[in-house]
């Protein structure tokens, strides 16, 4: 019973942190990209066609995560998860390339740009990969590979808890901010990966016991 309380908190968690978050980043659409996200408004003028491919399309991806993760949905209305996922990754590849163009020519500095470069062509990678793996009919590769990649996507949410974390602790910004490039991801990744080692661990035994 605590087990299951304890499932559906942290589900309702995701649930909030992926639909605001990505509510939130669409702030601008109201309140103006000078206004609600100045620090990065200069890509707005200098590339805007990789700036509001990344800030439109990221929070989609964002947004379909917890619908992904449903495997009721995924068990009962597995057309509506392919679909969902089509979405997905068209969102993440599009969003991700895009992402990559803004990482290289930052402002915020090399630090800054090396890490949300590699953030950008690892959510990419990921994601190509997984979608290759489910064209190939191989689910199981499939999943694990789409677990790396929502680890990436959920960086969105990290980010979002990391840069007002910073100012809650008077960091300068321009101090957290080449930092938090890296620790929006990084553990991100490093979670998804034990989270995989420590699934794997049954199917392992479950093989050895076949033989």
């Known amino acids: 019973m605590w087990t299951t309380g304890l ?47 990344h800030v439109i399309l990221a929070p989609v991806a964002l947004a379909l995560v917890p619908f992904q993760l449903w495997q009721g949905l995924r068990n009962r209305r597995p057309q509506v998860h392919r679909l969902m996922g089509r979405a997905y990754g068209i969102a993440v590849l599009i969003s991700g390339a895009s992402g990559l163009c803004l990482a290289v020519t930052t402002e915020a500095g090399p630090v800054a740009a090396f890490g949300f470069g590699v953030l950008a062509v690892l959510w990419f990678g990921t994601t190509i990969t997984g979608i290759r793996l489910a064209m190939g009919g191989d689910h199981v590769a499939h999943r694990r590979w789409m677990i790396r990649s929502i680890a990436l996507t959920l960086a969105a949410v990290t980010l979002r808890l990391q840069i ?18 890296w620790l929006c991801w990084v553990p991100n990744l490093i979670v998804a990966e034990l989270v995989l080692r420590r699934s794997s661990k049954p199917l392992l035994k479950l093989r050895a016991a076949a033989q």
């Open 164 to 181: 007002p974390a910073g100012m809650m602790l008077d960091i300068p910004f321009d101090t957290a901010y080449p930092a938090i490039a």
């Open 7 to 53: 499932e559906r908190a942290r589900t309702g968690l995701l649930w909030f942190l992926t639909i605001g978050v990505a509510v939130f980043s669409w702030r601008f659409m109201v309140g103006g990209v000078d206004t609600t996200m100045e620090f990065v408004a200069y890509h707005a003028q200098l590339r805007p066609i990789a700036f509001f491919a």
